[in-house]
Nanobody
Framework: VQLQASGGGLVQAGGSLRLSCAAS????????MGWFRQAPGKEREFVAS????????YYANSVKDRFTVSRDNAKNTVYLQMNSLNAEDTAVYYC???????????????WGQGTLVTVSS
């Protein structure tokens, strides 16, 4: 499956952004979708994941209650709504597809190219 992330940009602290990840090539609903991020000089870390039909979602503690992951299987798209952004959220954000709910990036088979989110303080 091919993944194309978009929606990143520059935002002030306290602001919001919504990332999108469009999938193509295979049946989207066959895959759990995840969002990860990588800040400069840091390892890639789990942000959120959503089950195949959206019934279950999981979040990193650092984004819980601020970020919301959702998906629209009819549009082959997964979203990440990010609110109350702060400087620590600055990173390249990646979407990924895999066979099961997991926080480990190694378990995701397909990756998008990443979209940069910069939060100015």
């Amino acid at each position: 499956v091919q993944l194309q992330a978009s929606g990143g940009g520059l935002v002030q602290a306290g602001g919001s952004l919504r990332l999108s990840c469009a999938a193509s090539g295979r049946t989207f609903s066959n895959y759990v979708m995840g969002w990860f991020r990588q800040a400069p000089g840091k390892e890639r870390e789990f942000v959120a994941s959503i089950s195949r039909f959206g019934g279950s979602t999981y979040y990193a503690n650092s984004v819980k209650d601020r970020f919301t992951v959702s998906r629209d299987n009819a549009k082959n798209t997964v979203y990440l709504q990010m609110n109350s952004l702060n400087a620590e959220d600055t990173a390249v954000y990646y979407c990924a597809a895999g066979p099961r709910i997991t926080t480990r990036n190694i378990d995701y088979e397909y990756w998008g190219q990443g979209t940069l989110v910069t939060v100015s303080s």
